[in-house]
């Protein structure tokens, strides 16, 4: 509890400092916001303690099991299968594909009804959710062959600006977007422990070098793929 506080205290500060001092008017709603800031204090270490004791060493655990089992087919499919489940489910990405299909309707791009926002809104999600089980195959095939990561990255960011050329304008802010919020709450503590501990279930890999990286694959191939969703809806 103490260190959710400390860690929210710079963004309480910050509120304060230009709320009274640059502002210079009370807080709004004082007992909503003191309420507020419990639950979150209380739900950031709930969720902390929750990484520490069950998803950090889920992933680990099933990377290890994998590793011994030898099979990098199945390897490769739960790792595909986890990466567009934790993305589907991602909060921040629903809200922001619900954001984009409202945006698109009020715009003209597709139609204003209901269902055609929650038409829109699905594809973005499945679309990003592909692009992470891409990702994650990508990157644990690096993780198993020792590739560098270096130069994946060069390449793959080689395609973003590529295919930034010929996507429409209209989806571009949106598939940038869709590579930050992709790797949030549900998706990257799952992601980091299997790539870590794959890397410590290889002999010959370091995983500081090995076992992180794959988070930036998650952020890049949805860039890519909803780039080329809009071209498809267009």
């Known amino acids: 509890?103490?260190?959710?506080?400390?860690?929210?205290?710079?963004?309480?500060?910050?509120?304060?400092?230009?709320?009274?001092?640059?502002?210079?008017?009370?807080?709004?709603?004082?007992?909503?916001?003191?309420?507020g800031m419990i639950l979150v204090v209380v739900g950031l270490t709930f969720f902390v303690q929750g990484l520490e004791?069950?998803?950090?060493?889920?992933?680990?655990?099933?990377?290890?099991?994998?590793?011994?089992k030898g099979s990098l087919v199945w390897l490769l499919?739960?790792?595909?299968?986890?990466?567009?489940?934790?993305?589907?489910?991602?909060?921040?990405?629903?809200?922001?594909?619900?954001?984009?299909?409202e945006v698109a309707a009020d715009g003209g791009m597709i139609e204003s009804g209901e269902a055609a926002r929650e038409s829109y809104a699905l594809g973005l999600r499945l679309t990003v959710g592909v692009a992470v089980g891409i990702a994650l195959v990508i990157g644990v095939i690096r993780i198993v062959k020792g590739w560098p990561l270096h130069w994946l990255m060069v390449i793959?960011?080689?395609?973003?600006?590529?295919?930034?050329?010929?996507?429409?304008?209209?989806?571009?802010?949106?598939?940038?977007?869709s590579g930050g919020v992709t790797t949030s709450t549900i998706t990257v503590p799952l992601v980091t422990a299997l790539g870590v501990g794959l890397a410590q279930s290889i002999e010959g890999r370091n995983p500081m070098v090995d076992g992180f990286g794959l988070i930036a694959f998650a952020s890049l191939?949805?860039?890519?793929?909803?780039?080329?969703?809009?071209?498809?809806?267009?």
């Open 1 to 35: 509890m103490g260190a959710s506080c400390l860690d929210l205290a710079p963004v309480l500060a910050v509120v304060l400092v230009f709320q009274l001092l640059v502002i210079r008017q009370p807080l709004p709603n004082v007992l909503d916001l003191i309420t």
């Open 53 to 68: 004791q069950a998803l950090f060493p889920l992933g680990e655990s099933m990377a290890y099991a994998f590793a011994r």
């Open 77 to 101: 499919i739960f790792a595909f299968a986890l990466g567009f489940a934790t993305t589907v489910a991602e909060p921040a990405l629903i809200a922001v594909a619900a954001k984009a299909a």
């Open 156 to 177: 793959g960011y080689g395609g973003v600006m590529g295919v930034t050329l010929i996507a429409p304008p209209e989806i571009t802010g949106v598939a940038y977007d």
């Open 221 to 234: 191939t949805p860039m890519i793929f909803v780039m080329l969703y809009g071209l498809w809806m267009g």
